[in-house]
């Protein structure tokens, strides 16, 4: 016989999803932060992508296959709309209020690429992901990416050796 | 431009270093899981269904990944700066089954030899459009502790066309291996099938690389041998590069079922879909054109590849003479070939013609009482072949058709 019953949300004591959840949080949280603080340089706004992603994961737990794929998608798809956003309000990401630029040469030079050279290069030499694991989580070509790292490179190493 | 990496990743990782995650992030997550999450209402339907057993075979499986990569041995070997070739595996004495079955690569345009038994995984992708690891491999699985790949790709796709300097290739292949550390034109020599090529070596792994027909070849060989090398260059003296074998289009593997058109197809899901959104009459609609001004009508995919595809299809009217009418309608001058001098096509087993000109291939078949157009706009050298495995996927169901 069927019954029918109604709660208001999840128990952490008794949802397999929390348990699993935490293991990925203790895995993966810390790296995807610094991943997302390095393409955005604010705190805020870095946590605040990483734990909507978090909770995103939650929500779709039982249609996802492999969560910490699909959790550096999610915070890297975050951070790119972030960029995007920033773009649109014509603001300069280092005079937002809330983005307080990095002490480095580097940084820069950096955010003077276009986002997804900027993503591409941090992706690549920060997260150590190679072009195809790149492309997947950009959703665009290889060779796309690939362009991106080549005219990326370029310009920081104009840059950096001027 | 190794000094600019490793400057990057130093940067990098110092940038990163002033990040803070919260201490408390978790509480503020758990925090969240209550607050949105719904009312949810649960219909228990006798014994409540078992939990996913995708913890347990995880779980599982990382324990195996341990085991096998605990197990793994390190085995160095010093680069031999000399040029090599592979030895001729019936004069190689190698601890290793004889090469004695040959595959031919579907996509990548070589054949190999591997032993009786092992498993081969062809590749089903372009490599530049891998969406999963060894996508774009053609993978021999051996069984006796080492897998052997290869793959390659246009040189001018990868953009390195008129390029065969050292340092682009090495450039374009750092982006995905890191030749064991050693710049391409450091590594010892190899050849391969005739051609010179580059190989490096580092624990657990070979690589090697070759250029051949405008084609950048990649061949890999990870182990837990202690006779890598000699593995390796068996399985290499038994390789045979035809570039001209090589598939340059990308696999189509997603479904597009027409709403409007009756048909189905499948394609290369890069989100260039674009479905119909009116019915097409040939006799008021303008011809078929590049122009994307009158592609209403027409289901269509932008690859991104030089390549563009059309389709639609029509109720016939009534008492037309099927070629004269495609002839005036359809496609006016129909690559300057009248349709009942077109060569001949096969589509889900209907009898078509097919034309080719310099932009476009195009095809006209009537199923159901319906004609149906197929068209692909390009600019590449490999267009039929395209085409054709694009025709392959074409399901023809006349009766699911919108009608006016």
Known sequence: ?162 | MTQLRDRLERDLREIAAGAHPSPSAWESILARLDHDAEPEVILVLAPAPSRSKRPVWLAVAAAALVVIIGTIAVVTRAVDDQTTSPADPDETTVDFPNLTTTFVSPRNGFSIKHPDGAEVTPATQLLDSSEQVDDGFDVVETGLAAVFKGASTDLRAAGLDGVSSDQRVDEYLSFDYDGCGVPRSEQAEITIDGQPGRIAECPNHIEATVVAGGRLYVFTLSHDRSDPRAVFDAFAATIDLTPETAVNFPAMATTFVSPTNGFSFKYHDRGGLAPATELWDPVIDPPADTSGAHDGPFDGVETGYGAYFKAASTEIPDGVAIDAWVDEYVSPGGCSVPRSQQAEITIDGQAGRIAECADRVEATVVAGGRLYFFLLLHSRSDARAWFDAWVATIDLTPETAAVP
């Open chain 1, 1 to 162: 016989m069927a019954t029918v019953s109604v709660r208001s949300g999840p128990d952490p004591a008794t949802d397999d999803r929390v348990a699993q959840l935490d293991a990925l949080y203790r895995i993966e949280y810390a790296g995807m932060v610094r991943l997302a603080y390095t393409l955005l340089a604010s705190d805020a706004e870095a946590e605040e992508i990483v734990q909507d992603s978090f909770v995103e994961i939650y929500r779709r737990w039982h249609e996802i296959l492999k969560p910490g794929a699909y959790l550096r998608c999610t915070v890297v798809s975050r951070c790119r709309s972030a960029l995007q956003r920033r773009k649109m309000r014509a603001l300069h990401p280092v005079e937002e209020p809330c983005v307080s630029a990095p002490a480095s040469e580097l940084w820069d030079v950096l955010i003077r690429l276009s986002d997804d050279q900027r993503i591409a290069v941090v992706l690549r030499y920060y997260g150590g992901y190679p072009a195809s694991d790149i492309a997947a989580m950009l959703e665009m070509p290889a060779a796309t990416v690939r362009s991106h790292l080549r005219r990326g490179l370029a310009t920081l190493k104009k840059e950096l050796e001027a």
